[in-house]
């Protein structure tokens, strides 16, 4: 541990490329008589470099862009594969892994070694690899590069360890799975087809061994002709040929016939008595029109064939084979043929692939498939077969994060510890009825509840309005509370005024949630420039929603008349907000109405979060309000602050009145550090001026922040996280006199045209070229796309707002309430906040707050505030502990608000009054001592990048900045004396999705949405990444391999196998020979297979190995006990027997026997 006592007087203005400003150094105010000096600091920090590390924790959702599928039977485990090289593992609720391939290939085919722990990949780069699954974080073992062929269906049969891959050459080879190397034995195509064939075959698409004798292995060529190669005798048993394109091959478990799927939709059933012609062909959705002709179907992609033991009819089920002329208004379908019952299931997206659960691994056994797997492009269901009526089991994974687009995250963790039994019980009743009432099929591994593990709570947005709480506990997810927010406005009708232009958009868009666990209090910004206040209640209710409007449009003008020339800023009078009639003089037919309407009746709420209150910004001349970019709220204080590129707007939530209403100019009050033109609140006329104009000793320092950008435009709008410059468009050309705005929105024309959500962030970013400078450089592209255009064209937007105990000015001797402000252009504003105390003065005496005249200067646009006492503790913003307001009254005991207070001075006794403020912009992070304002450490985050993310966070009982940047560096510094304590490259490429969606937060985590279906959490915590072991899920359960089935004797006898089939005989080395070195590589993994098997996955396997072990042995002990048993019962009756047998014919004579 390392002391640190600074006293640094002047320190920002000693700071290369700080910037200096008067009330920025500790010289230029003299403390207080109770206030503390630089002198009086002295913090202990505890945090050193060796408390942090990055790790990936977990990956919750689907999939993204999933490509295959695989089941292990006997250990229940489920994996797929996806088109980026991941791998994704599920078994038991909290058994879910994510892997992943570091070529980045995608997936073709995934084949499990069933009841061995391991998993063979076939990825697009033409590689197997090896995985193996018996460690909580699964590695790869061995790796072959084929290098003159092309994967294209791979097949391992049950309890061998040779595995057959055909290509795209139409040869087949085998793989030693065991060495990875590749046999010398090869099936080449022009030794599988008749000489007199002239065509090629086609690639692989099928390979399978008959159930009925292993040595016969069926080949399937995509130009439909079909194989059975004798293994032994190395030669064809038969050649099927069909006219149409094989895609999928299935066996009767009796090996006597097998079924195809075509490319016309047909289905064909060959028997191997007579392979001359199918004995069976069906067009399962294809009808005989009039003229005779058979509809024209599409392709049946898939069909599996299995028996049953309760049914003497076996299941086809398969996917597509729709005819053409149904398909176009049909949604993706999978059919279910039982006998004569035909069930077609409509999918809501389109099949990736199936598979069928059955109860044996032995593919020559009776199957009895009790499920069917279906993965979707978007989903992924498991259908019971067992009820008539095919119901769907409840999918315990969090598979629908993405059910509309993602585009923001919270992420909350150590939350009260009520919180989450009370949203799970109040979301219960919100889910979805009809499940089928059996376990989840997906059983397999083990997972336990941690020991360290705390309440978390995840919060994510969505395009259509949608906002999802989610369990984030013990690193598993699941869903708690679903709350709707469309459902406070009216639906927009077509035709109706600007509503119909919003009909195909998405204007309920979450842009940005503030949530006080404490208070339950709930905030939501909308991309449609509307906040939505909820409060937390278990008892349904049934009330009207109180809608406020603001006026927040604000403009520098051409020609400045002595009257427009005074600052205006419309103080607490609710009526100056009031919404202008429509049509009045100078206004368009848009101009002082909201995007939305409110719903102006009762609403009946369930219970849960019931929306109290909905501030709207106005349409202004013709033009829509610009996006929110910043927000907080504060349930001691009753107040609510959102701003944007235009001003500040403050609302008392309790007297449900528009307190502050100011354009960002008019927060400085007379202490602004620029001279700029003259701001006026705009007037309702069309105005051909410009954005906000800076003096010419500006330009140069606007040149300067050019180099870091601070605002994005995708699809013409903003997304930046930090900041929102209102001009969208082509820059502004240098030199070239100002004229009207180019980039003008027609009149009534919506803000955006499409939700940006997080999801999709990244469609700006360059996909054609994938050079390495590209790769580094594409993020910084998309955000510095219209960079040229900041230097005289942005309106400085306010980014970042803070409600707290603190000092408004530097003579102030107690902390009050107060609202700090930081800009776009990298300023500080301190608005101090009178709140009447008592209770009743408070809903009925006005609340009064304005500029103090305090102005912090830093570079780069204002990302974050936080609050230290002179201990370095964090201090918590105040609170009021909930109440529920729809719950009874008595009479007795009148409710009043319960007020939690944090205030500096009595978190510290030691140092008196006064705390430290950590103030972190997108390129500095200051500290600064309150109320003197001497800035007691500064540090230069970065200089070639800029900051995306940067929180105040508690890790090892200490706090810290946890910071991210755009070049995907993690960073974090101590506090405060902000000592780099950690810098790690994580991303090398970062995309406008994850600038979104970074978040950071306690206990050392943080999350991002690493796809547009799928969030990543990872910790940059020494003490989780060591604990993580303990807190994944084991995949592989020892489990005895189930015995196969005893046949009968005359089945035995005249159906069985005639003879034992050796593979190790004819493909190993002393018979087959080796391969040809060209035509695979064989890469080791860092483990050999030897050492797979021995690999436990911690103690706890060991343990299980022994206890099974000493079970079976038990038992065998127990069988030989009761044999030996019954083997002397048998002898004792034998010896009965022969004992009265011989006294019964010792008497007679020999011609009497």
Same mark, same amino acid.
């Given at each position: 541990?390392?002391?640190?006592?600074?006293?640094?007087?002047?320190?920002?203005?000693?700071?290369?490329?700080?910037?200096?400003?008067?009330?920025?150094?500790? #010289? #230029?105010?003299?403390? $207080?008589?109770? #206030?503390? $000096?630089?002198?009086?600091?002295?913090?202990?920090?505890?945090?050193?470099?060796?408390?942090?590390?990055?790790?990936?924790?977990?990956?919750?959702?689907f999939p993204y862009q999933p490509t295959c599928l695989a089941f292990d039977p006997v250990q229940k485990i489920l994996a797929i594969g996806s088109r980026t090289g991941g791998i994704r593992i599920l078994g038991r609720p909290g058994v879910d892994c994510y892997s992943q391939h570091e070529s980045g290939a995608a997936v073709l085919q995934l084949q499990f070694l069933i009841n061995e722990g391991a998993l063979v990949t076939a990825c697009a780069d033409d590689t197997l690899h090896l995985w193996n699954l018996r460690q909580r974080r699964p590695a790869i073992l061995h790796s072959l590069k084929f290098n003159r062929e092309r994967i294209t269906f791979c097949h391992l049969p049950f309890q061998s360890k040779w595995l057959y891959v055909g290509t795209e050459r139409g040869n087949t080879h085998i793989v030693n799975i065991e060495s990875f190397v590749l046999s010398g034995y090869v099936i080449m195509w022009n030794k599988a087809i008749e000489l007199a064939t002239k065509a090629h075959p086609g690639p692989v698409v099928h390979l399978s061994d008959s159930p009925k004798d292993e040595g016969k292995l069926l080949i399937g060529f995509e130009s439909g002709t079909v194989v059975q190669w004798d293994l032994r005798a190395k030669k064809v048993d038969f050649r099927i040929y069909y006219d149409e394109a094989i895609h999928s091959v299935s066996w009767h478990h009796e090996g006597k016939q097998f079924m195809c799927s075509h490319s016309d939709g047909s289905l064909t059933m060959w028997n191997l008595r007579n392979t001359a012609r199918p004995i069976q062909i069906t067009y399962p959705h294809g009808k005989i029109l009039k003229d005779g002709r058979k509809e024209s179907c599409k392709p049946i992609l898939k069909v599996e064939y299995k028996t049953s033991r309760n049914s003497s009819e076996p299941y086809v089920i398969f996917s597509g084979g729709l005819s053409y002329d149904k398909s176009g208004g049909r949604r993706p379908t999978l059919t279910i043929m039982h006998g004569k019952a035909i069930t077609v299931l409509e999918m809501d997206h389109p099949i990736v692939e199936f598979l069928v659960l059955c109860d044996t691994p032995y593919s020559n056994e009776v199957q009895d498939p009790y499920a069917v797997v279906v993965l979707l492009e978007k989903d992924f269901i498991v259908v019971d077969l067992t009820q008539s009526n095919f119901p769907i089991f409840e999918n315990p994974y969090p598979m629908d994060i993405h059910e509309s687009p993602v585009t923001c995250t919270a992420y909350f963790a150590e939350c009260p510890p009520d919180i989450i039994p009370i949203l799970y019980s109040i979301g219960a009743k919100q889910k979805k009825t009809g499940y089928s009432h059996k376990e989840w099929p997906v059983s397999g591994g083990t997972w336990t509840l941690g020991s360290q593990t705390y309440p978390e709570i995840i919060v994510t947005g969505h395009a259509d309005g949608t906002v999802k709480f989610w369990d984030a506990s013990a690193i598993t997810l699941q869903m708690l509370y679903k709350l709707k927010t469309s459902k406070v406005f009216e639906k927009p009708k077509v035709g109706e005024g600007r509503a119909g232009e919003l009909v195909e958009?998405?204007? %309920?868009?979450?842009?940005?949630?503030?949530?006080?666990?404490h208070s339950r209090l709930f905030c939501v910004v909308g991309i449609s420039a509307h906040v939505i206040l909820y409060r937390f209640s278990k008892h349904d209710a049934n009330t009207q929603i109180v809608s406020l409007e603001v006026r927040l449009q604000f403009d520098s003008e051409d020609v400045i008349s002595p009257s427009e020339a005074e600052n205006n800023p419309c103080f607490s009078d609710p009526s100056s907000h009031s919404p202008q009639p429509p049509g009045s003089p100078g206004s368009g037919t848009q101009d002082s109405l909201p995007c939305l309407k409110v719903k102006n009746r009762p609403v009946r709420m369930p219970p849960g979060y019931q929306a109290e209150l909905v501030v709207q910004l106005q349409w202004v001349d013709g033009e829509p309000p610009q996006q929110i970019t910043s927000l907080d709220i504060n349930s001691a204080y009753g107040l609510l602050a959102f701003g944007n590129c235009n001003g500040l707007t403050v609302v008392d939530f309790l007297q449900k009145t528009i307190l502050m209403c100011m354009g960002t100019l008019d927060l400085y009050g007379a202490a602004d550090p620029y001279q700029r033109l003259t701001r006026s609140p705009r007037k309702n006329r069309q105005s051909t001026s410009g954005l906000t104009e800076l003096s010419d000793n500006q330009v140069s320092m606007d040149m300067e922040r050019s180099k870091s950008p601070t605002s994005d435009h995708v699809n013409g709008h903003c997304t930046s996280p930090t900041s929102q410059p209102c001009s969208v468009g082509k820059p502004r050309i240098t030199g070239v006199p100002e004229g009207p705005r180019l980039t003008r929105r027609g009149p009534g024309r919506p803000p955006f045209r499409k939700a940006q959500s997080a999801a999709c962030m990244e469609i700006s970013l360059p996909v054609s070229s994938h050079t390495e400078e590209s790769r580094e450089n594409s993020f910084s592209r998309s955000r510095s796309s219209s960079v040229s255009s900041i230097d005289r064209d942005t309106k400085e937007s306010v980014t970042t707002l803070q409600f707290g105990e603190s000092y408004g000015r530097k003579g102030d001797a107690l902390p009050t309430a107060c609202l700090w402000v930081g800009t776009s252009l990298g300023v500080v504003l301190l608005l101090p906040i009178s709140i009447p105390t008592e209770e009743e003065e408070r809903m009925e005496e006005p609340i009064t707050m304005g500029p103090s005249g305090t102005v912090l200067m830093l570079k780069g646009s204002v990302l974050r505030f936080a609050f230290l006492d002179c201990g370095g503790a964090l201090i918590q913003s105040p609170y009021e502990v909930w109440r529920d307001p729809n719950g009874p009254e008595d009479p007795d005991r009148p409710r009043r608000r319960k007020l939690v207070n944090f205030s500096p001075s009595s978190s510290q006794e030691a140092c008196s009054d006064g705390h430290l403020a950590v103030v972190c912009s997108e390129k500095q992070a200051k500290v600064i001592l309150m109320p003197t304002q001497a800035v007691l450490f500064t540090h230069n985050i970065t200089e070639s990048s800029f900051l995306l993310r940067a929180d105040v966070v508690s890790v090892c009982?200490?706090?810290?900045?946890?910071?991210?940047?755009?070049?995907?560096?993690?960073?974090?510094?101590?506090?405060?004396?902000?000592?780099?304590?950690?810098?790690?490259? %994580?991303?090398p490429l970062t995309d406008l999705r994850i600038a979104r969606t970074f978040v950071f937060t306690n206990g050392g985590q943080a999350l991002y949405l690493s796809s547009p279906t799928e969030i990543q959490r990872l910790t940059y915590s020494q003490e989780m990444t060591d604990n993580l072991q303990d807190m994944l899920g084991e995949l592989f359960t020892p489990i005895e391999t189930p015995e196969a089935q005893n046949k009968g004797f005359l089945k035995g006898f005249f159906g069985g196998n005639a003879q034992t089939f050796d593979r190790e005989e004819l493909?190993?080395?002393? =018979?087959?020979?080796?391969?040809?070195?060209?035509?695979?590589?064989?890469?080791?993994?860092?483990?050999?297979? +030897?050492?797979?098997?021995?690999?436990?996955?911690?103690?706890?396997?060991?343990? =299980?190995?022994?206890?099974?072990?000493?079970?079976?042995?038990?038992?065998?002990?127990?069988?030989?006990? +009761?044999? $030996? #048993?019954?083997?002397?019962?048998?002898?004792?009756?034998?010896? $009965?027997?022969?004992?009265?047998?011989?006294?019964?014919?010792?008497?007679?004579?020999? %011609?009497?026997?």
């Open positions: 541990m390392k002391k640190f006592r600074k006293v640094l007087d002047g320190l920002s203005s000693s700071s290369p490329g700080g910037v200096a400003s008067p009330s920025c150094g500790s #010289a #230029a105010g003299t403390p $207080t008589a109770h #206030a503390p $000096t630089p002198q009086d600091i002295h913090v202990q920090e505890t945090l050193v470099s060796e408390n942090f590390h990055i790790c990936k924790t977990v990956r919750h959702g958009e998405d204007p %309920y868009a979450v842009q940005m949630v503030s949530w006080c666990p009982n200490s706090v810290c900045l946890a910071c991210f940047c755009a070049n995907g560096h993690i960073m974090t510094l101590s506090l405060p004396s902000l000592r780099p304590l950690m810098d790690i490259n %994580y991303l493909f190993g080395e002393a =018979a087959a020979g080796k391969a040809s070195r060209s035509l695979a590589q064989h890469i080791p993994g860092p483990m050999g297979l +030897e050492n797979m098997k021995t690999a436990a996955g911690g103690v706890v396997g060991d343990l =299980a190995r022994a206890r099974i072990a000493l079970d079976q042995r038990g038992e065998r002990l127990g069988e030989l006990e +009761e044999r $030996t #048993a019954l083997m002397m019962n048998s002898a004792e009756t034998f010896s $009965t027997h022969a004992h009265q047998v011989m006294l019964k014919q010792k008497d007679k004579k020999w %011609y009497q026997l």
